[in-house]
């Protein structure tokens, strides 16, 4: 492992830094590429956690100073997402390795996928939502949390999803918010990868470089222009990963 691979790791961590900050999903293209560089899957999980946690944490530092996060919706949200995140981590370590391969092989495809066909939301007005509304949201947060711990492509897509479907925020505030509750499932994961000691710290260092770069790219882009232009690179990207580790993954 030389500078070569530092360089491709940093390189996919700007990419998918600049598309996590966006809607979410950064994750479809950092975690193939810790797969591809070689890292075993147990320690890719751990090691994409490190760089996940950047990401998110530089996004929603952006989003925050642009008053697109609401602290009173994320206290009441972002603990019990964060703990959902340690749970799937530990549920992660419980899982034979080759079948996580082709789980995240799955999650890829389908978050690509998901990306490209669903239609963004209009960034009007929030939409006023009722308890059952608001509980039905904070569950789905929940489990996205659980899952992002356990495997994570997608989750900032999914939480997209929650918080512009029940939940009824904005675009941005959406993306927003996402990124903070992305951060506090990402620090959940990390904090249990760490424990276990299934992070490579020097990659992720060297992809979490990237990544900051690509975060605070992306977040200022999106405030300024939106989510459209970064969502044709999700696409594109997340589907030639994944099809590349198609084979690796069929081949064990």
Known sequence: MGPLTLLFLAGAGFCGGLVDSVVGG???????ALLLAGVPVPLSLGTNKLAGTAASS???AVFARAARVDPRFQLRVAPAVLLAGAVGALAASRIDAAALRLLIVAAVLAAAVWAALRPPPADGPRRPHGRLAFAAGAAGCV??????GLLGPGTGLFLFAVLTGPLGFTMLDGAGNGRALNLASNA???AVFALLGRVNVLFG?????????????GATLTLSRGAAVVRPMLLVAGILLAGRLLLPAFGH
């Open 143 to 148: 489990l996205v949390g659980f899952y992002d």
């Open 26 to 32: 950064g994750g479809v293209i950092t975690l193939p």
């Open 188 to 190: 959940g994961a990390l």
């Open 58 to 60: 530089t996004a929603t």
């Open 205 to 217: 260092l060297a992809m979490a470089a990237g990544v900051v770069l690509g975060a605070r790219t």
